[in-house]
């Protein structure tokens, strides 16, 4: 199979923000996991160079054109490598061979009769670079500039986009996936249902130069959209390269909903006036925003992907944002977002997993896979791991990728319930039980393999990695092709190599440390780090992140329906509903007025209807087969809320 996945090409009056970041890790998300699928996969990206907002920049800037574009343009191209961002092709609108391609394409369309000459006068947005209807103004001004239009009367050149209407009306009927998410598709239709005036695609010279001339009148020049859309088949050689036959039918655009009309209506029809087959999808997302507010350089609430990369790193930067938008919906941007998926996510969840799993094998397997037991009845990773891969190629090629990582993430999340079920630590210390520690450690490294090979494609820096803390050679098949996701295709005798930690964990931007402060911290990582190869111990950094209080009760009183729960209001300082599994060994009148400790920063969880703000803690005492409960205490009263050190 093929695919051609392209981005659009971002206008060089700005340079780029996390906008324009996202939707191209999307397009190289979606190109790795086509050839970790086995496909063979071209990926476009590029810039939009000419028309009038590129021309006033310029001349704002006090240079030339090609001097600006060309500053800009590169600006773009540098910053995706250090988002890990690797296309196959750059295209630049200036490009010669574009060029010549607009003109081509112009005078095909012209011969067939699909462009004429006539007057027009309407209503033009400088920031669209087009002209607008009235019903799209709001207020009588442009919705994404906040701008008044102008009304300009001009001789131009048209196309006759109307003439083929209803071909792309039946195309999106016959065809549900050509517009995705449904939500776009449905605008597109609702558009579609009153009659589509005719695109006017061109610009006298006296009113702007900086274009593509129409080949068959030099005193005019194409409009920006007509010369941009054809980006997408200068970038394959269009019309004779092979290239273009090998990759035109499978052609996949990724877009913001910003400019899903001439995406959705210009472009379509363009093509099909030139005789060509439309392309195959077209993949709408919605818009990064910043308290409430559409990121963008006009409103100047801009959050650079450099700046990013530079404070949490590329791959948490790349999962942060596959992770958090829904694809179709917008989202919010917030640095503090991005502290707590890093810090959950990534170093609690999938760093701890990789590091006590391969602290293990290392310590009682001298870093070598072992051979799990084939008689063993342990399949809770493996099935889950099948399931995971179904749900994984599903999401990932439906562009649902928060979808596919929330699912790796159950995975992550139940190999660490594997290893505290399981305990390995009492399993290395009974000679008998050898084979069964050794199904659960080799379990353990194919699952860190499985989540190797699956993540790859939105962190691929991670995953080269791990690939290498867990012996596996760089380009191996066991981490780069899904055909290798079958549970067990890692061979037993692998040799671990030891890293470093994946993902140091962070501060809240809020809490950020003076450099003294720092200099403790750097110690009590160091104390940290000694203990972190006992595994089944927590690092003192982890123990750190729980917050214990002493709390008095003030309240106390049983749950309707439950012989085990009691509710208790408790100050701490604060006054917090606390719901603890008590009722069997106290009644509530009894524990009234007493202090106990709590975990007072636990997320809460609702508990036959009642919400619980905290957990007390208890000592669990076992009697003659059977357990019971007694309250913490400190051992003289203090104020409610004071700090366990
Ligand atoms: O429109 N949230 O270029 P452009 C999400 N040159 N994505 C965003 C975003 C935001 N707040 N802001 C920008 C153009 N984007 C034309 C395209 S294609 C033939 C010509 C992303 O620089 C998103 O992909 O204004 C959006 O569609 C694109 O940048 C617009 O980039």
């Known amino acids: 199979m093929t695919t051609y996945i392209t981005t659009p090409i971002y206008y060089v009056n700005a340079q780029p923000h996390l906008g324009h970041a996202y939707t191209t890790i999307v397009a190289d998300t979606y190109a790795r996991f086509r050839r970790l699928a086995g496909d063979t996969v071209r990926f476009q990206t590029g810039t939009d160079e000419h028309g009038d907002k590129i021309a006033e920049a310029a001349a704002k800037d006090g240079v030339s054109p090609q001097e600006y574009v060309d500053r800009i343009s590169a600006m773009f191209r540098e910053s995706w490598p250090a988002l890990d961002i690797v296309p196959d092709n750059f295209i630049r609108t200036t490009d010669a061979d574009h060029v010549a391609t607009v003109q081509k394409i112009l005078q095909q369309v012209y011969d067939k009769g699909d462009i004429y000459f006539d007057k027009y006068t309407g209503l033009y947005c400088t920031g669209c670079e087009r002209f607008l209807t009235e019903k799209e103004l709001v207020d009588g001004k442009c919705p994404d500039h906040q701008t008044v239009p102008e009304e300009i009367t001009e001789q131009n050149y048209f196309f006759r986009m109307s003439r083929y209407q209803q071909d792309l009306i039946d195309h999106i009927h016959a065809n549900p996936e050509f517009i995705t998410p449904e939500r776009y598709r449905n605008e597109v239709l609702s558009f579609l249902s009153e009659p589509l005036e005719d695109l006017c695609i061109s610009r006298p010279t006296s009113r702007l130069t900086w274009g593509i001339p129409l080949p068959f009148d030099d005193s005019f020049v194409t409009y920006v959209w007509f010369d941009a859309l054809i980006n997408y088949l200068t970038g394959i050689g269009y019309p004779d390269s092979d290239i273009f036959q090998r990759y035109w039918d499978v052609a996949e655009h990724v877009i913001a909903k910003d400019i899903l009309k001439p995406h959705a209506i210009y472009w379509p029809t363009m093509i099909l006036s030139m005789g060509l087959p439309l392309y195959k999808k077209l993949h709408v997302h919605g818009y990064w925003n910043v308290d409430e507010t559409k990121m963008s350089k006009s409103i100047g609430n801009v959050v650079r992907p450099a700046e990013l990369v530079a404070e949490f790193g590329v791959d948490c930067l790349r999962y942060f944002t596959l992770r958090e938008m829904s694809f179709g919906l917008d989202s919010s941007f917030s640095a503090d977002a991005i502290v707590a998926r890093r810090n959950s996510d990534l170093a609690n969840d ?14 009682y397997t001298a870093g070598v896979v072992p051979a799990p037991v084939a008689t063993e009845d342990d399949t809770v990773l493996s099935a889950k791991a099948a399931s995971l891969v179904e749900t994984y190629r599903q999401s990932m090629g439906d562009f649902q990728f928060h979808r596919a990582l929330a699912s790796i993430w159950e995975l992550i999340s139940l190999a660490n319930k594997y290893i505290v079920s399981n305990e390995p630590w009492a399993l290395a210390n009974d000679p008998e039980r050898e084979q069964r520690l050794h199904t659960v450690l080799y379990n353990l490294h194919e699952t860190l393999r499985l989540l190797t090979l699956l993540l790859q494609p939105v962190m691929p820096g991670i995953c080269r990695e791990m690939a290498k803390g867990l012996g596996i050679a760089e380009g191996d098949p066991l981490v780069t092709s899904l055909d290798t996701a079958a549970w067990g295709a890692l061979l037993p005798g692998t040799k671990l190599v030891k890293i470093d930690a994946l993902f140091p964990r962070m501060e809240t931007r809020k809490k950020q440390q003076a450099p003294q402060q720092k200099k403790k911290q750097k110690k009590k990582k160091k104390s940290a780090q000694k203990t972190e190869n006992m595994e089944g111990l927590i690092t003192f950094d982890q123990f750190q992140d729980l917050e214990l209080r002493v709390a008095e009760i003030v309240a106390a009183e049983a749950i309707k329906k439950s012989d085990r729960l009691l509710k208790l209001t408790v100050k701490a300082p604060e006054e917090r509903t606390i719901v ?54 400190v051992s003289a009263p203090v104020p409610a809320g004071a700090k366990v050190a």
């Open 350 to 363: 999938l760093g701890n997993l990789f590091s006590r799993s391969t602290a293990m094998l290392n310590k």
């Open 580 to 633: 603890a599994g008590i009722a069997e060994y106290y009644k509530p009148e009894e524990i009234v007025g007493q202090q106990v400790l709590i975990v007072a920063n636990l997320k809460p969880v609702k508990l036959m209807g009642v919400e619980s703000q905290g957990m007390v803690l208890a000592a669990k005492v076992e009697e003659g087969g059977s357990s019971r409960l007694v309250l913490s205490a």
